[in-house]
């Protein structure tokens, strides 16, 4: 048997494993869940266009939201270049 000289980096190798495994499940949850936003417009995400910058949907949410007027809206999508 031995006498326990083959078993000293064993347990080190075992921990490991049981880590790559819980790693591989959080992960599959995530993914899975939908934890994890892609820019694809998937599950977390809202539907956007590709090429639309967070700085038009700060724009356009503050417009819904009534803290800008018309005409300031318009101003600053002239200045995004997205009017």
Excluded: C, H, K, N
């Excluded at 494993?17 to 995530?30: D, F, K, P, Q």
């Excluded at 956007?48 to 700060?58: D, K, L, T, W, Y």
């Excluded at 005409?71 to 999508?77: A, H, K, Q, T, V």
Aim: charged fraction near 20%.
């Amino acid at each position: 048997m031995g006498y326990g000289m083959g078993m000293g980096w064993g347990w080190l190798f075992g921990l490991l494993m049981l880590v790559g495994v819980i790693l591989l499940v959080v992960l599959a949850v995530r993914v899975f869940g939908g934890g994890i936003t892609r820019g694809d417009g998937g599950a977390g995400s809202p539907a956007q266009s590709p090429g639309r910058s967070r700085a038009r949907e700060v724009l356009d949410e503050r417009y819904a939201r009534g803290e800008i007027t018309t005409e300031e809206y318009r101003e600053r999508l002239q200045t995004l270049g997205d009017a």
